[in-house]
């Protein structure tokens, strides 16, 4: 498990600084907002669930995407607005999708895809299914009222949802101290709503793995909803693929404080892998994301014919 839980790091990890490295060639033309730095929770969670859970996640839907089972050659393809992407190419990064892998949606609206969670596991209960569903979240979106009200629900009706808010510090370019209380706790906050929760820390992918795997089983066995707060950070620009950290927002130092507790060696470390059987890992993951870009380039974008397709509309009676 140990190992297969630094390989899906390494991979998110590779797939996005490849995104990050193409970006500027102009042919992705959607905006991107890269977890380098946070893949911990993305891939720790995403070995917790089962094939039949479901997942929710964020404008920063990458790392979730692939943690949880996504194609990576459809999601390359859906950057790029190609005909086999996971949406058809109408998504683009912030609206990866695909029922196939139990990723249901993304959202570029924040706090958006909270109440749909909630919905989805609502469904779930009435059906009888043992699946949860698992609804990642920023920070920010639990300033918005849509994750208060659906906290309360999912509380009241004792439904199998697992919120994970990936605390990175930041909305944009504002720090939790522009946006929140000192004295405010998330974990406390969640708690008094009705949802048992717990603090993480986000970069440590063992405690994250280790926790994942006991909430779940909890709501597994009906203890309801639960709230984990992962304690992480982003490393480069909030959308984009630069760094930003010369546009003095982030005290100095707090990046590169930051760096220096990178989950993947950290969990390398732990694993003793010997640099023939990394080196050996990263041949094979970059193999795959070339092939993936090389795919995504050679494929043709929706025809014009289909542009009204898949969208919903009423019909006049005459």
């Known amino acids: 498990m140990k190992t297969a839980l630094y390989r899906a790091m390494l991979r998110i990890r590779m797939v ?6 193409r970006y500027p060639e102009q042919q992705m033309r959607c905006p991107v907002h890269l977890s380098i730095g946070q893949e911990a929770p993305a891939a720790a969670f995403g070995l917790a669930l089962s094939a039949d859970d479901r997942a929710m996640s964020t404008h920063r839907s990458h790392a979730h995407y692939l943690g949880k089972g996504g194609d990576l050659e459809k999601m390359i393809a859906e950057l790029y607005g190609k005909s086999t992407g996971c949406c058809g190419g109408r998504g683009g990064s912030m609206h990866l999708s695909d ?6 949606a993304s959202t570029a609206i924040v706090g958006n895809s909270i109440p749909v969670g909630v919905g989805v596991a609502l469904a779930q209960q009435l059906r009888g299914e043992s699946a949860l569903t698992c609804v990642f979240l920023g920070d920010g979106a639990t300033e918005e009222g849509a994750f208060y009200e659906a906290a309360n629900f999912a509380a009241l009706r004792h439904l199998p949802v697992l919120f994970v808010c990936e605390n990175n510090l930041y909305s944009v370019y504002s720090p939790l101290s522009k946006r929140q209380p000192a004295e405010r706790d998330l974990c406390t906050l969640a708690r008094a709503l009705g949802v048992p929760a717990e603090q993480v820390d986000g970069n440590d992918a063992q405690a994250v793995l280790a926790v994942a795997q006991r909430a779940a089983a909890e709501i597994r066995a009906g203890g309801g909803p639960r709230f984990i707060e992962c304690m ?7 959308c984009g693929p630069h760094f ?3 546009l003095g927002y982030r005290p100095t130092g707090e990046l590169a404080a930051w760096q220096d507790r990178d989950p993947l060696p950290r969990l390398a470390a732990e694993l003793a892998l010997t640099d023939t059987d990394r080196q050996a890992m990263i041949a094979e993951i970059g193999a795959e994301i070339d092939r993936a870009f090389e795919l995504a380039l050679a494929a043709p974008y929706p025809d014009e014919s289909t542009v009204f397709d898949a969208i919903y ?3 006049l009676s005459s």
Do not use: K, N, S, V
């Not at 996005?16 to 490295?21: L, Q, V």
């Not at 029922?99 to 249901?104: D, S, T, V, Y």
């Not at 992480?232 to 909030?238: F, L």
């Open 313 to 315: 509309r009423t019909e």
């Open 232 to 238: 992480t950070y982003r490393w480069r620009e909030h």
């Open 16 to 21: 996005e600084e490849e995104i990050a490295r």
């Open 244 to 246: 930003d950290d010369d």
């Open 99 to 104: 029922e196939r892998a139990g990723f249901l």
